[in-house]
């Protein structure tokens, strides 16, 4: 029984040193030669012009969140089609509840402008 744990200690000794050796050596090992060539702000690798730090538009923000919303119910609606044919009434209905309640957070979206473009 204690062999299995030493096991264990020894995954857990050698899966968080490696990367904390690999870390270290990288510190010590890299070539640190800052200069004001490489401390300059860009974006995409071309020279900005005027204020870099600019808003933008919150619907961007929000068009993100409606589309993982959705992405993350096909991950979880897959499992439940593929044995769909095996399910009972009861894990039928669940899924149902589940399609209702995010076609309802879809209807609230739409409703409140969250997909129209301006």
Request: proline share 4%; aromatic share 16%.
């Amino acid at each position: 029984m204690t062999i299995s744990w030493l096991y264990i200690g020894i995954f857990l000794v050698v899966s968080l040193g490696l990367p904390a050796v690999a870390i270290i050596l990288a510190g010590i090992l890299a070539p640190k030669k800052p200069s004001p060539e490489k401390s300059i702000i860009y974006e995409c690798g071309v020279d900005t012009h005027g204020e870099t730090w600019v808003q933008f538009k919150a619907q961007y923000y929000l068009i993100g969140l409606v589309f993982l919303i959705f992405d993350i119910e096909t991950v979880f609606l897959y499992p439940w089609a593929v044995a769909f044919d095996r399910l009972g009434l009861f894990a039928v209905l669940e899924g149902l509840l589940f399609i209702g309640i995010l076609t309802g957070g879809l209807v609230y979206a739409w409703k409140k402008g969250a997909f129209e473009w301006a």
